[in-house]
């Protein structure tokens, strides 16, 4: 019979966005050095996605394992957009290194990061290798890296292989969702119907919201879509991914806001804001080329 699994409800509150539930709940008895690192590992993840960099810089030092210098090195590259590139060539150095090249924390940082450098084929240099081949965090990547790069064929690949290896596993209920949303369609609904089934067996947090949230504009129902985001908003009133949605909601629904604004001071990064910048450039272009 197979020990019971400690690190389960941590993970899941991890997956679902329930970060300061992960934490609180972080404090386990009796576990073998490998989980402890695991923890360690998803107890620090939860404090960069609240936005404790520095906590996780201090706390992380020379002396700790692969997978937690790796997240710290996801710390220090979103702490400041002036580490970056110091910190893009350090990652580089430990996954040319033979000896912890292959760690699959290693690898998922390193692929969040050249995701987030919108370098999808780097990424997925580093997260869709054979010898990983089971590691559902590395799928569930796999998936939101072909999203982005509008290859939703590849995502259902992917997706399969996760439903394939267990298909009630948290991830792969999200990424089901993720590729239904990204086909469109009918397949919206079911996407729908999954954030739903979350939102009544969890705890109900902004990345549910906001998954409830985008199904809800995609069908056209943006009044409730917009209490899904406020609701979110209450929740975490810094998250980008809620105020960019509100951006969106608002600009359907017609009504006046401070989203953008918003969202161009605390994440001036992010996707949203720099679409937004270029189409007014464009446009400010097309002005002077007429005037």
């Excluded at 679902?16 to 695991?38: K, M, R, T, W």
């Excluded at 000896?99 to 997925?124: Q, W």
């Excluded at 991914?241 to 953008?260: D, F, I, Q």
């Amino acid at each position: 019979m197979a020990a019971p699994d400690q690190l389960f409800n941590l993970r899941n509150n991890f997956y679902l966005g329930a970060y300061q539930a992960a934490i609180n709940n972080s404090d386990l008895p009796n576990l073998s050095p490998e989980d402890a690192v695991e923890r360690d590992c998803l107890v620090y993840r939860s404090y960069i996605a609240l936005g404790s960099y520095q906590l996780v810089i201090n706390e992380i030092d020379s002396s700790a394992a692969t997978p937690l210098q790796a997240v710290k090195f996801f710390a220090l590259y979103l702490s400041s957009p002036d580490n970056r590139e110091s910190t893009i060539s350090s990652l580089k150095e430990w996954l040319n290194d033979s000896a912890i090249g292959s760690n699959p924390i290693l690898r998922l940082i390193a692929g969040t990061i050249f995701m987030h450098e919108e370098d999808y084929n780097e990424a997925l240099k580093h997260t869709n290798t054979v010898v990983h081949a089971g590691n559902m965090e590395l799928h569930a990547l796999n998936v939101q890296i072909y999203i982005k790069m509008y290859r939703s064929d590849f995502a259902e690949k992917q997706l399969r292989l996760m439903q394939q290896i267990d298909e009630d596993h948290t991830l792969t209920q999200l990424a089901n969702a993720w590729v239904n949303l990204a086909v469109g369609g009918s397949k919206i609904q079911e996407a729908y119907l999954i954030f739903q089934d979350f939102s009544e067996k969890s705890i109900i947090t902004g990345l549910i919201l906001n998954g409830k949230a985008v199904c809800c504009m995609h069908m056209g129902n943006f009044d409730e879509a917009e209490t899904l985001l406020l609701e979110a908003l209450n929740k975490d009133a810094k998250d980008p991914e809620t105020v960019a949605n509100l951006v969106v909601c608002s600009l359907h629904l017609g009504k006046p806001s401070r989203y953008l604004s918003q969202l161009k001071l605390s994440h001036p990064d992010h996707i949203l804001v720099k679409r937004t910048l270029s189409a007014e450039e464009s446009f400010e272009r097309a002005m002077q080329a007429v005037a």
